[in-house]
């Protein structure tokens, strides 16, 4: 059995992350589990973790991150803090033997040195994207770099992963998920 987790703290990401999540709850051989934290669990971004619940993973947990201070550098810093112990905790309780990632926000990174620091190898989809003028540049390439496989949506992507020195037979083409969502539901109502 292999334990698999992944970790989502907004809603765009696990809509995203759902068609492949959904197949890896649904094997046989895997033990998935979903860790839920940021903008899921606060009702000022419309409390997406009742979505979630009703996807019906059988390993979710829940962990509030969103902390409210004066600044919201203050804000991230804290929360980082506090979810990457969360996250050891549950690597370290539920022997998980693969971190999956998407994106560059925060709550991945944490994730993602958690990860690298216990010697969990880390699957990082999206890498290679460009958000000039954000932390979630940094963050990305960070998670980048401490990633073992990396699934991403274009050859430049490809090319931007290469030049940080990410070996290439580690990279994948494959395209976005959202592809995914638009086979299972809008192509399915509308004829082109």
């Known amino acids: 059995m292999i334990n698999i987790l992944s970790v989502t703290g907004y809603r765009s990401e696990y809509d995203l992350l759902y068609p492949l999540i959904k197949k890896l709850n649904n094997k046989k051989e895997i033990s998935f589990h979903l860790f839920c934290c940021g903008s899921h669990l606060d009702k000022n971004f419309g409390n997406t973790i009742n979505e979630i619940k009703k996807d019906k993973f059988s390993n979710v947990y829940k962990f509030k991150t969103i902390k409210k201070n004066n600044s919201k550098n203050i804000e991230i810093l804290n929360s980082h803090k506090i979810l990457s112990n969360k996250i050891s905790q549950v690597i370290i309780k539920k022997k998980i033997d693969v971190l999956i990632l998407l994106g560059d926000r925060f709550e991945a990174h944490a994730s993602a040195l958690a990860a690298y620091i216990l010697k969990v190898p880390i699957v990082h989809i999206s890498g290679g994207d460009t958000s000039l003028g954000s932390m979630d540049e940094f963050f990305r390439n960070s ?24 070996n290439q037979k580690d990279i994948f083409i494959t395209g976005s998920l959202s592809n995914e969502n638009f086979k299972e539901n809008f192509s399915k109502s509308y004829i082109f």
Not at 150 to 166: A, E, P
């Open 143 to 166: 998670i980048s770099l401490m990633s073992d496989k990396h699934f991403v949506k274009t050859k430049k992507h490809k090319l931007k992963l290469t030049r940080l020195g990410i």
